[in-house]
């Protein structure tokens, strides 16, 4: 089998080459086996330091929206949560397609510590579509996940939290929460959290303030932020990954996810048209309000 | 000024501490939902203890630091009233009863040596200043490096820190390899602390503290020299190297929060109808709004800036404003930067240091 | 045990005079004396909305201290809606200031853009208060607008009438109540070529300007021993421990505002 990592930089050094473009955006290894990094190869020799393997977390797309990459011509390697978190992007006009050579990689699912990352187990869009991209690396690694779960399955973690009574549910959040020192990693990590100037960023806005240790806020901000990519999640995992407290945030935006179901049936963020379901409105939009819905 | 005194178990330890708990505020660390905290010692119960025990007996810092306890994520300085046209305005009073923190590191208190050169110089930041004189700092000490610390290179003692209380070594990290806890009083303030615990049925009274295990006075790397790590950056300022860190940099909070020697703060009014606070709370120079002027301008606009900032500040800034280098070697930017930035890969960057 | 730096004393503001459409001299009195040196700043507080730095442009030794502040954020917004008598907290001084010893003898050129004439102005009101230790004095000074010129009493009438000192103003766009100079201020001072000899060249205003003002005084023959200009930047507790207001390992809260040329152009962060 082809080695993943010679098939990475021959592609790379000859998009730099001819001058396809400007930069390569994707991943080196670090110093210890697991870390790997995004990474920036401008030129034939920095691409020899390019590779994928299962510690490759990061979501080199949101690093598109920086301004250091305006107006440059990058290709990317992208996993299928990253593409699709791409394609909102795309779809947006926060990026132009035309500025991007998309290089799709299968997805064999990253690491945490040993095993798997519990967020790859329900993933089922890891593939990125050949299609839809400008090269496809034809080497897979081999998938850390057997057995993918079934879209029911893949809420199971929501279904242990909604066994117990509201108050013990509270009272777990609250737990997990208190944890938090606001640090924004979650939110500066997340692929589809892409507005140019976050609600959380204004100066002096009168409904959140400096304080890094309110409890009140740290609802706050985690729940605004969950209902703000509810329809736009992608499923990467990203944030509880990077969060250094160890907060399973990702459930918060799965239990929207599920709830948004009821509502508008599935939607796949990245494959179904855009725009995404709440944003915006639609005459024949179900109107529960108030009564709840089975 | 040694004296120590012996528990027989980390659960008599604990015993102790609970006697003396009505005159203290006490904290100490263990694991809620599989996470390191601090929590006080009220809310810890005889089956968190065994997390503890892991926790003071590993050869690596806790998760989060101790800086919190002496400078507080969030601070209320002033309060203030309105009455009738004008506000009546006074010093919130400062929490008086002493506080104990159990379980930092030699490293997370030879950090407040650190914070103490900022806060401690003229003009005084009393705030900081009464809680400083209010605590005791009960540090655990380590063998060996663990597999993030840089504490050999950054001069920190991992057996005997300079800056503590009170030592605490566990039985098993000595040649006796028992269940034993000793504490060592290293200064007037631990000593009297001591002093109370001893009175206790459950101490051991007083000992010599055994040896510790392993060839620990033997560093295995030289120290760093600020003034060269600062001549080094001062050739550095306008190196490509600090663009490819800022390319992966995600510019949120967590270097900053978790360092024990960053102390950068924001100051804040708050108020609702005819009542209000001052208050100070931590904030990042890698926020993006961070040098925000009203008006627009940002003198440090771009990641790169703010990442080059940060480096410059612990390697060769506060060299020039203070004389060490501004870092303890926790290791807690490497453990929790999710785009693996730390001082270590600096470091290595610039020609510097082996196995960071 | 003392007072904490952070913690501000009870003012009162007895004054309000309006300068331009988005500049108000605010006179204010502190509960206690302040005892600043020209150049030097303060923070004002109003409780409850917040505080900020504000450089004091009145010269040492008079009963109110003067503040003149534009309308550019949330503080100085509501700042210019409150009445005479308001309660403003106060603290201060902060930042080193004009070496005013080290300029004694000399003739004394000042710069101002906009703004930027505020902080000049305690040093200028100085040196007219020991007339006999300065010898000629120039103002050159320029706004976008000639409605956005402040102090007007200052550079209309008092300045051009004391003996030894010009007064030179520019507006950076035609108008039909000017006919004065029309140009940018750097530019002003080129033409007008003032001599680098027995000369300290002051300088304050937009970042912008102050780069290139310092590039023309190099051009004219100032040696970087004659250049002091005054910096601005956001600051937060006014004494050097917040972090925020660094170049570099000086604070400007601290160190600065006011710098000679000679450590500018040592500082490796460019300041603008």
Same mark, same amino acid.
């Given at each position: 089998?082809?080695?993943?990592?010679?098939?990475?930089?021959?592609?790379?050094?000859?998009?730099?080459?001819?001058?396809?473009?400007?930069?390569?955006?994707?991943?080196?290894?670090?110093?210890?086996?697991?870390?790997?990094?995004?990474?920036?190869?401008?030129?034939?020799?920095?691409?020899?330091?390019?590779?994928?393997?299962?510690?490759?977390?990061?979501?080199?797309?949101?690093?598109?929206?920086?301004?250091?990459?305006?107006?440059?011509?990058?290709?990317?390697?992208?996993?299928?949560?990253?593409?699709?978190?791409?394609?909102?992007?795309?779809?947006?006009?926060?990026?132009?397609?035309?500025?991007?050579?998309?290089?799709?990689?299968?997805?064999?699912?990253?690491?945490?510590?040993?095993?798997?990352?519990?967020?790859?187990?329900?993933?089922?869009?890891?593939?990125?579509?050949?299609?839809?991209?400008?090269?496809?690396?034809?080497?897979?690694?081999?998938?850390?996940?057997?057995?993918?779960?079934?879209?029911?399955?893949?809420?199971?973690?929501?279904?242990?939290?909604?066994?117990?009574?509201?108050?013990?549910?509270?009272?777990?959040?609250?737990?997990?929460?208190?944890?938090?020192?606001?640090?924004?990693?979650?939110?500066?990590?997340?692929?589809?959290?892409?507005?140019?100037?976050?609600?959380?960023?204004?100066?002096?806005?009168?409904?959140?303030?400096?304080?890094?240790?309110?409890?009140?806020?740290?609802?706050?901000?985690?729940?605004?932020?969950?209902?703000?990519?509810?329809?736009?999640?992608?499923?990467?995992?990203?944030?509880?990954?990077?969060?250094?407290?160890?907060?399973?945030?990702?459930?918060?935006?799965?239990?929207?996810?599920?709830?948004?179901?009821?509502?508008?049936?599935?939607?796949?963020?990245?494959?179904?048209?855009?725009?995404?379901?709440?944003?915006?409105?639609?005459?024949?939009?179900?109107?529960?309000?108030?009564?709840?819905?089975? | 000024?040694?004296?120590?005194?012996?528990?027989?178990?980390?659960?008599?330890?604990?015993?102790?501490?609970?006697?003396?708990?009505?005159?203290?505020?006490?904290?100490?660390?263990?694991?809620?939902?599989?996470?390191?905290?601090?929590?006080?010692?009220?809310?810890?119960?005889?089956?968190?203890?065994?997390?503890?025990?892991?926790?003071?007996?590993?050869?690596?810092?806790?998760?989060?630091?101790?800086?919190?306890?002496?400078?507080?994520?969030?601070?209320?300085?002033?309060?203030?009233?309105?009455?009738?046209?004008?506000?009546?305005?006074?010093?919130?009073?400062?929490?008086?009863?002493?506080?104990?923190?159990?379980?930092?590191?030699?490293?997370?208190?030879?950090?407040?040596?650190?914070?103490?050169?900022?806060?401690?110089?003229?003009?005084?930041?009393?705030?900081?200043?009464?809680?400083?004189?209010?605590?005791?700092?009960?540090?655990?000490?380590?063998?060996?490096?663990?597999?993030?610390?840089?504490?050999?290179?950054?001069?920190?003692?991992?057996?005997?820190?300079?800056?503590?209380?009170?030592?605490?070594?566990?039985?098993?990290?000595?040649?006796?390899?028992?269940?034993?806890?000793?504490?060592?009083?290293?200064?007037?303030?631990?000593?009297?602390?001591?002093?109370?615990?001893?009175?206790?049925?459950?101490?051991?009274?007083?000992?010599?503290?055994?040896?510790?295990?392993?060839?620990?006075?033997?560093?295995?790397?030289?120290?760093?020299?600020?003034?060269?790590?600062?001549?080094?950056?001062?050739?550095?300022?306008?190196?490509?190297?600090?663009?490819?860190?800022?390319?992966?940099?995600?510019?949120?909070?967590?270097?900053?929060?978790?360092?024990?020697?960053?102390?950068?703060?924001?100051?804040?009014?708050?108020?609702?109808?005819?009542?209000?606070?001052?208050?100070?709370?931590?904030?990042?120079?890698?926020?993006?709004?961070?040098?925000?002027?009203?008006?627009?301008?940002?003198?440090?606009?771009?990641?790169?800036?703010?990442?080059?900032?940060?480096?410059?500040?612990?390697?060769?800034?506060?060299?020039?404003?203070?004389?060490?280098?501004?870092?303890?070697?926790?290791?807690?930017?490497?453990?929790?930067?999710?785009?693996?930035?730390?001082?270590?890969?600096?470091?290595?960057?610039?020609?510097?240091?082996?196995?960071? | 045990?003392?007072?904490?730096?952070?913690?501000?004393?009870?003012?009162?503001?007895?004054?309000?005079?309006?300068?331009?459409?988005?500049?108000?001299?605010?006179?204010?009195?502190?509960?206690?004396?302040?005892?600043?040196?020209?150049?030097?700043?303060?923070?004002?507080?109003?409780?409850?909305?917040?505080?900020?730095?504000?450089?004091?442009?009145?010269?040492?030794?008079?009963?109110?201290?003067?503040?003149?502040?534009?309308?550019?954020?949330?503080?100085?917004?509501?700042?210019?809606?409150?009445?005479? =008598?308001?309660?403003?907290?106060?603290? =201060?001084?902060?930042?080193?200031?004009?070496?005013?010893?080290?300029?004694?003898?000399?003739?004394? !050129?000042?710069?101002?853009?906009?703004?930027?004439?505020?902080?000049?102005?305690?040093?200028?009101?100085?040196?007219?208060?020991?007339?006999?230790?300065?010898?000629?004095?120039?103002?050159?000074?320029?706004?976008?607008?000639?409605?956005?010129?402040?102090?007007?009493?200052?550079?209309?009438?008092?300045?051009?009438?004391?003996?030894?000192?010009?007064?030179?103003?520019?507006?950076?766009?035609?108008?039909?109540?000017?006919?004065?100079?029309?140009?940018?201020?750097?530019?002003?001072?080129?033409?007008?070529?003032?001599?680098?000899?027995?000369?300290?060249?002051?300088?304050?205003?937009?970042?912008?300007?102050?780069?290139?003002?310092?590039?023309? !005084?190099?051009?004219?023959?100032?040696?970087?021993?004659?250049?002091?200009?005054?910096?601005?930047?956001?600051?937060?507790? =006014?004494?050097?421990?917040?972090?925020?207001?660094?170049?570099?390992?000086?604070?400007?809260?601290?160190?600065?505002?006011?710098?000679?040329?000679?450590?500018?152009?040592?500082?490796?962060?460019?300041?603008?």
């Amino acid at each position: 089998m082809r080695d993943i990592n010679k098939e990475i930089i021959e592609i790379a050094q000859e998009l730099l080459e001819s001058n396809k473009v400007d930069m390569v955006l994707g991943y080196t290894k670090g110093e210890r086996p697991d870390q790997t990094f995004p990474f920036i190869a401008k030129t034939k020799e920095e691409a020899e330091r390019l590779t994928f393997d299962y510690y490759s977390y990061n979501s080199l797309s949101k690093y598109l929206l920086d301004d250091m990459y305006q107006g440059k011509k990058i290709a990317i390697f992208l996993k299928g949560c990253d593409f699709r978190g791409l394609k909102l992007m795309i779809g947006e006009d926060r990026v132009k397609r035309e500025d991007l050579h998309l290089i799709g990689l299968d997805c064999p699912g990253v690491k945490r510590g040993e095993s798997v990352s519990p967020y790859c187990l329900s993933c089922r869009l890891n593939n990125v579509p050949k299609e839809e991209v400008d090269t496809k690396i034809s080497t897979s690694l081999e998938p850390l996940v057997e057995r993918k779960y079934s879209h029911e399955e893949s809420f199971s973690e929501i279904n242990d939290i909604e066994k117990m009574s509201n108050e013990e549910r509270f009272e777990y959040w609250k737990r997990q929460l208190s944890r938090c020192k606001r640090c924004y990693s979650c939110r500066n990590g997340c692929p589809v959290c892409t507005c140019r100037v976050c609600l959380f960023d204004r100066e002096n806005p009168g409904y959140i303030d400096g304080a890094t240790d309110q409890l009140a806020q740290h609802q706050f901000y985690h729940v605004i932020r969950a209902f703000h990519v509810a329809d736009r999640c992608v499923g990467c995992g990203e944030c509880s990954r990077v969060c250094p407290e160890n907060i399973p945030l990702h459930l918060l935006s799965q239990k929207l996810i599920r709830e948004l179901e009821k509502f508008y049936g599935t939607y796949t963020t990245g494959v179904d048209e855009l725009p995404t379901p709440l944003s915006t409105a639609k005459a024949n939009d179900p109107d529960h309000f108030g009564k709840e819905v089975k | 000024m040694t004296q120590t005194i012996k528990f027989d178990s980390l659960s008599s330890l604990f015993n102790a501490l609970k006697e003396v708990e009505k005159d203290y505020q006490i904290f100490c660390p263990t694991k809620q939902d599989g996470t390191e905290v601090f929590l006080p010692l009220v809310e810890i119960k005889e089956d968190n203890l065994k997390a503890t025990y892991e926790i003071l007996s590993k050869n690596e810092p806790p998760l989060f630091s101790i800086k919190s306890f002496l400078f507080p994520n969030s601070e209320i300085y002033l309060k203030f009233k309105r009455e009738k046209d004008s506000y009546e305005f006074s010093v919130h009073s400062q929490e008086e009863t002493p506080t104990v923190v159990l379980g930092g590191k030699p490293c997370d208190v030879e950090s407040f040596g650190m914070i103490d050169m900022v806060f401690l110089q003229e003009p005084v930041d009393t705030f900081y200043q009464q809680k400083r004189e209010n605590t005791i700092l009960i540090t655990s000490v380590c063998n060996q490096k663990g597999p993030n610390c840089l504490c050999d290179e950054f001069g920190v003692d991992k057996c005997k820190p300079k800056v503590s209380d009170i030592l605490l070594v566990l039985g098993e990290q000595t040649t006796q390899k028992d269940e034993a806890v000793y504490l060592e009083a290293v200064s007037e303030r631990g000593e009297n602390f001591l002093e109370k615990l001893d009175k206790s049925t459950e101490s051991e009274g007083e000992s010599n503290t055994p040896n510790l295990e392993g060839e620990i006075h033997q560093k295995d790397v030289e120290k760093l020299s600020p003034e060269k790590i600062k001549d080094i950056m001062e050739n550095l300022y306008d190196s490509p190297i600090w663009a490819e860190f800022a390319m992966r940099c995600l510019g949120c909070g967590i270097c900053t929060y978790y360092c024990p020697t960053c102390h950068c703060y924001d100051i804040n009014d708050f108020h609702r109808k005819d009542k209000g606070v001052r208050y100070r709370s931590w904030d990042s120079c890698m926020f993006s709004n961070f040098s925000n002027m009203a008006g627009g301008h940002n003198p440090r606009p771009s990641k790169e800036d703010r990442i080059k900032n940060r480096f410059f500040h612990k390697l060769n800034y506060f060299v020039k404003q203070q004389g060490p280098l501004a870092c303890v070697g926790c290791g807690r930017c490497a453990k929790n930067c999710p785009a693996g930035i730390s001082i270590g890969t600096v470091l290595k960057k610039i020609g510097v240091g082996k196995h960071v | 045990m003392c007072k904490n730096p952070l913690v501000p004393v009870n003012g009162k503001v007895i004054e309000i005079i309006s300068e331009s459409k988005d500049v108000k001299t605010f006179r204010v009195k502190p509960e206690t004396e302040i005892n600043q040196l020209p150049g030097q700043c303060a923070m004002i507080s109003l409780f409850g909305i917040g505080e900020a730095i504000f450089s004091i442009s009145s010269p040492p030794n008079r009963e109110l201290l003067d503040f003149s502040i534009k309308r550019t954020g949330k503080l100085t917004d509501i700042l210019h809606q409150i009445e005479e =008598g308001q309660q403003v907290g106060i603290r =201060g001084p902060y930042g080193n200031y004009f070496p005013a010893e080290d300029m004694k003898g000399k003739n004394l !050129l000042f710069i101002g853009g906009g703004i930027g004439l505020a902080p000049l102005r305690s040093l200028i009101e100085y040196a007219l208060d020991n007339k006999d230790d300065y010898e000629n004095i120039q103002l050159i000074y320029g706004a976008r607008t000639p409605e956005d010129l402040i102090f007007r009493k200052d550079i209309f009438e008092k300045w051009p009438r004391m003996d030894n000192f010009t007064v030179n103003l520019a507006v950076d766009v035609e108008s039909p109540s000017w006919d004065g100079y029309v140009g940018f201020v750097p530019q002003y001072l080129e033409e007008l070529a003032p001599t680098p000899e027995n000369t300290v060249a002051i300088t304050c205003g937009p970042p912008i300007m102050i780069k290139f003002v310092l590039n023309t !005084l190099e051009k004219l023959g100032f040696r970087d021993e004659q250049v002091v200009t005054t910096l601005e930047y956001k600051m937060k507790c =006014g004494i050097g421990k917040c972090g925020r207001c660094n170049i570099d390992e000086k604070y400007v809260c601290k160190d600065g505002p006011v710098f000679y040329l000679k450590e500018l152009k040592q500082m490796k962060n460019d300041f603008c």
